[in-house]
């Protein structure tokens, strides 16, 4: 294995501090390949140096350097039989995974562009041309590709991206509009899939193999048709790419954006061309964690290097874990279309500036209970597990579930358990609250369930024959911390938003494996000392 490249000398750290503190990324988003990376850290490094929000990026840093240090032991404690051995394991399970490549299904991913931005531009024709960002002071859900080119991005908290654009707008968030305009975008998809998968509210994957077969049309002409007929019906443009598989067709809706298309060819050579210096990072289900972890310890940055360093990859991870970072070098994916199932849960939350006003927190609670009622009811859903999520001032994070006898779904109902729940954490200074609602009254087969009726689980769970909950407090547990808590469209990041995800997606990697190394959140937490994981910047 190649030795990882030398980290940066004490004394250059010491001259440049900002070039290690990593939080801001510039590269990841379409739009802003020509920013100045090194500028955009040093203003958030100097922007945020003692705030609560540098302490908190300091932790995080530090737990990914112990990872890579234990990794790195870890390696050098392979023997050259251990070494031998795993290659073989590498070699052969490559080989397996080869024999299932399907090349049969044409999938295009359609992705929106900067489309809350868009929407508001679209609203008002005054913010054409100008740097703008949807959000506010606070923190930013979005910005438009004019914004994009001074290193502005979603998930920037607002003031930073002052900073870097003087002149930028802020326009409030409109989830309503931005819903409406989702709306639209989707029944032009059901016309080329009626079982299309809508990712979020502005993107979705789409298996186009039958309509490309029953129209004698090739995939590229059906992208540009499906393309063309969004923006005729919205006055919004998207972007698209097509592929084998979906994970490639991902990748391949950003290379041509905005308002572009990219077609793979659905053969292999073009496959390992195309993968073979594609950046990790690029990957849906790598993000930065995962992208320093396999770069620290392994020395891979490309999809290529996977493969090279495959052996390493089954020594140190688990089974599925890398099958995924070997299926990634071998430009695999999904092909098949998955079942619908119905939703686990329906969540929204809200960022805003740090306060310990309870009056204010009251009021926040009060809109999410409502967003949430009318979210369920549309829908026809009651749950009876409902989850407080809160992020406090110094960015710790706190999960609080209580689980009712009764199915609710209405404002009132929701209101009066969540107020239970945070007056338990009262008095505190917050900067995000969210609500999350779980164990709807559907099972598995779509019929409506008895929330009275025992099953063994209920029993093994509880630990009680009564069925009753030990405890109504508790943290949010893995059978409520799935991947859904909260999406944002624009960027997988939990900014102000509804999850709007109808499909229960599976992490590529095994929750076991790195802790899991793309929670973003590494946060020490008072009660029990040990790291949370939770899935979105601050």
């Not at 032991?73 to 995974?97: F, P, W």
């Not at 979906?246 to 954006?257: G, W």
């Not at 938003?497 to 590494?522: I, K, M, R």
């Amino acid at each position: 294995m190649e030795k990882a490249e030398a980290e940066p000398s004490a004394s250059a750290d010491s001259a440049r501090p900002w070039q290690s503190y990593t939080t801001v990324y510039t590269n990841a988003k379409a739009g802003m390949d020509g920013v100045d990376k090194e500028k955009v850290q040093r203003t958030v490094y100097e922007m945020s140096k003692g705030s609560k929000y540098f302490e908190n990026e300091e932790r995080k840093e530090a737990f990914i350097r112990q990872k890579i240090d234990n990794m790195r032991a870890r390696c050098a404690k392979l023997s050259a039989s251990d070494i031998s051995h795993y290659q073989m394991v590498a070699d052969k399970r490559i080989l397996e995974l080869e024999a299932m490549r399907d090349l049969s299904r044409i999938w295009l991913h359609v992705d929106m562009d900067a489309f809350y931005a868009a929407v508001e531009t679209l609203d008002n024709p005054s913010l054409r041309g100008r740097p703008m960002a949807v959000g506010g002071m606070s923190m930013i859900s979005t910005a438009n590709y004019e914004a994009r080119k001074f290193g502005v991005r979603a998930a920037m908290p607002g003031f930073i991206a002052r900073k870097l654009c003087p002149e930028l707008i802020f326009v409030p968030t409109d989830f309503k509009k931005y819903t409406y305009y989702s709306d639209l975008t989707r029944k032009v998809f059901q016309k080329y899939d009626p079982n299309f998968m809508a990712a979020s509210l502005d993107e979705a994957y789409l298996d186009i193999t039958e309509v490309c077969n029953e129209r004698d049309l090739t995939s590229g002409e059906i992208a540009e048709e499906l393309r063309t007929s969004v923006h005729e019906v919205t006055g919004l443009t998207c972007s698209a790419g097509v592929a084998p598989n979906r994970l490639l067709a991902k990748v391949c809706s950003d290379i041509n954006k905005p308002n572009g298309q990219f077609v793979l060819p659905s053969n292999r050579m073009a496959v390992m061309t195309f993968i073979s210096s594609l950046p990790i990072r690029k990957i849906g289900g790598i993000g930065k964690v995962t992208e320093h972890i396999l770069s620290g310890v392994f020395g891979i940055n490309t999809c290529e290097e996977m493969l090279q360093k495959g052996g390493f990859l089954c020594a140190l991870f688990s089974r599925s874990s890398a099958d995924f970072f070997l299926s990634v070098g071998l430009g695999l994916g999904k092909t098949d279309t998955p079942q619908v199932r119905f939703r686990k849960s329906i969540s929204n939350e809200r960022t805003f500036s740090a306060t310990d006003d309870t009056a204010l927190l009251y009021q926040k609670l009060a809109e999410l209970s409502e967003m949430l009622s009318i979210d369920m009811q549309k829908e026809g859903l009651s749950g009876r597990t409902l989850t407080l999520k809160l992020k406090t001032a110094s960015f710790e994070v706190r999960s609080r579930a209580v689980t009712m006898q009764k199915y609710i779904c209405s404002r009132e109902d929701i209101l009066n358990h969540a107020l239970k729940l945070l007056n338990a954490e009262l008095p505190l200074s917050l900067r995000l609250i969210g609500l999350r609602m779980s164990h709807f009254n559907e099972d598995k087969d779509g019929h409506l369930s008895d929330p009275t009726q025992k099953t063994l689980a209920n029993f093994i769970i509880s630990g009680d024959a009564s069925g009753k909950n030990v405890g109504e407090h508790s943290l949010l547990g893995s059978d409520t911390s799935d991947s859904h808590f909260m999406v944002d469209p624009e960027n997988d990041l939990s900014i102000d938003n509804h999850e709007t995800c109808h499909y229960v997606s599976e992490d590529p990697l095994d929750s076991n494996l790195l802790s899991d190394l793309d929670h973003c959140n590494f946060n020490l937490s008072n009660n029990s000392g040990k790291i949370d994981n939770n899935n979105e910047l601050p």
